[in-house]
């Protein structure tokens, strides 16, 4: 019980520090954001920080997990393959543009960061494509021992395929919607029916044993 309080206010500052970093890293770049001005924006000291986040690559790890992507691509792994393989990548699609509809703001940073040849931005979010490939890696490795993909289709390069249709249409989107975020929806129909009869398509090819690459891109 007497540590609970302690628990509490442990979190507290641990959402101060993310909050104070991701201002900062907004209006500065993630160079520009450094523990000392993290420290000060919060009212810790470099000490605090230190505690919990060892760097600031864990601080912008910790902020992917914070807006809900870590988990995203968890639940990669809980996926059975039991649903027809058109309709979990349909749904699959779904939700990634939902996750970036959340996020609009916190992702154009990122990849700003990235582009900007920030190293520590572009590790973590190498990392972060490289969980998404993977994961729907397995997802299709399942599909394709239980038949439904056919042998011929490497599922590595599948997977490739699929996060650089869905990466591109999602950052396409991105681009359109500019800082107009808070006005206009990224997740809008039109998107929706795009990246769903992107999926389809895709998966079509997977079953057909034709080159995935090629999968309509109407």
Same mark, same amino acid.
């Given at each position: 019980?007497?540590?609970?309080?302690?628990?509490?206010?442990?979190?507290?500052?641990? $959402?101060?520090?993310?909050?104070a970093?991701?201002?900062?890293?907004?209006?500065?770049?993630?160079?520009?954001? !450094?523990?000392?001005?993290?420290?000060?924006?919060?009212?810790?000291?470099?000490?605090?920080?230190?505690?919990?986040?060892?760097?600031?690559?864990?601080?912008?790890?910790?902020?992917?997990?914070?807006?809900?992507?870590?988990?995203?691509?968890?639940?990669?792994?809980?996926?059975s393959g039991?649903?027809?393989?058109?309709?979990?990548?349909?749904?699959?699609?779904?939700a990634?543009?939902?996750?970036?509809?959340?996020?609009?703001?916190?992702?154009?940073?990122?990849?700003?960061?990235?582009?900007?040849?920030?190293?520590?931005?572009?590790?973590?979010?190498?990392?972060?494509?490289? $969980?998404?490939?993977?994961?729907?890696?397995?997802?299709?490795? $399942?599909?394709?021992?239980?038949?439904?993909?056919?042998?011929?289709?490497d599922?590595?390069?599948?997977?490739?395929?699929?996060?650089?249709?869905?990466?591109?249409?999602?950052?396409?989107?991105?681009?359109?919607?500019?800082?107009? !975020?808070?006005?206009?929806?990224?997740?809008?129909?039109?998107?929706?029916q795009?990246?769903?009869?992107?999926?389809?398509?895709?998966?079509?090819?997977?079953?057909?044993? !034709?080159?995935?690459?090629?999968?309509?891109?109407?």
């Amino acid at each position: 019980m007497g540590r609970r309080p302690f628990s509490r206010r442990g979190e507290r500052s641990r $959402r101060q520090i993310l909050a104070a970093a991701l201002r900062l890293i907004s209006r500065n770049g993630f160079h520009g954001a !450094s523990i000392r001005a993290i420290a000060r924006a919060v009212g810790l000291s470099e000490a605090s920080i230190y505690y919990h986040f060892p760097s600031k690559r864990a601080i912008l790890t910790a902020l992917y997990a914070e807006h809900g992507i870590t988990r995203a691509l968890d639940e990669l792994a809980s996926l059975s393959g039991e649903v027809p393989l058109e309709r979990q990548l349909v749904a699959n699609a779904v939700a990634s543009a939902r996750v970036w509809d959340q996020n609009v703001d916190f992702l154009r940073v990122v990849i700003l960061e990235v582009l900007r040849g920030d190293r520590e931005a572009q590790a973590v979010h190498q990392e972060m494509m490289l $969980r998404w490939r993977n994961g729907i890696r397995d997802l299709l490795a $399942r599909y394709q021992a239980q038949g439904e993909i056919k042998a011929a289709i490497d599922v590595e390069e599948a997977a490739g395929w699929w996060v650089d249709l869905m990466y591109g249409t999602f950052l396409d989107r991105l681009l359109a919607v500019g800082r107009a !975020s808070r006005r206009t929806r990224f997740l809008t129909p039109e998107l929706r029916q795009r990246i769903e009869r992107r999926a389809r398509a895709f998966a079509r090819s997977l079953q057909s044993g !034709s080159c995935p690459s090629v999968a309509d891109q109407a």
